[in-house]
Nanobody
Framework: QVQLVESGGGPVQAGGALRLSCVGSLSIYTARSFNCFAWFRQAPGKEREAVAA????????YYADSVKGRFTVVVDIAQNTVSLQMNSLKEEDTAMYYC????????????????????WGQGTQVTVSS
């Protein structure tokens, strides 16, 4: 089983910024020609929703409409990380954030479908207050 580890969450005021990091082994980033890493979030009582994704092997990134222009996925193969830079945070961004990976696939298509991802991190809490 491949495990991903998230970090960087915490409390932040609305309008502020956080950078979440997802760390995995090099092998899962280079296992196949293409691998998809994504960020999901889930607030209490709500469905898990896709936030952003990046294909390792291409420069393609994907974002939910709710975070476009505010969040950026940053890939650093050397550090085995896929980070989520979150700017201009809003109260509605409050959630537990998870990173996920699906090996052997680009993120193109249904990147937002949680069931497509085999590997998941433990989550890191982001709490935005106004």
């Amino acid at each position: 089983q491949v495990q991903l580890v998230e970090s960087g969450g915490g409390p932040v005021q609305a309008g502020g910024a956080l950078r979440l990091s997802c760390v995995g082994s090099l092998s899962i980033y280079t296992a196949r020609s293409f691998n998809c890493f994504a960020w999901f979030r889930q607030a209490p009582g709500k469905e898990r929703e896709a936030v952003a994704a990046a294909t390792i092997g291409t420069a393609s990134t994907y974002y939910a409409d709710s975070v476009k222009g505010r969040f950026t996925v940053v890939v650093d193969i050397a550090q085995n990380t896929v980070s989520l830079q979150m700017n201009s945070l809003k109260e509605e961004d409050t959630a537990m954030y998870y990173c996920a990976a699906r090996l052997g696939y680009t993120c193109a298509g249904k990147w937002s479908t949680a069931d497509n991802y085999r590997y998941w991190g433990q989550g890191t809490q982001v709490t935005v207050s106004s």
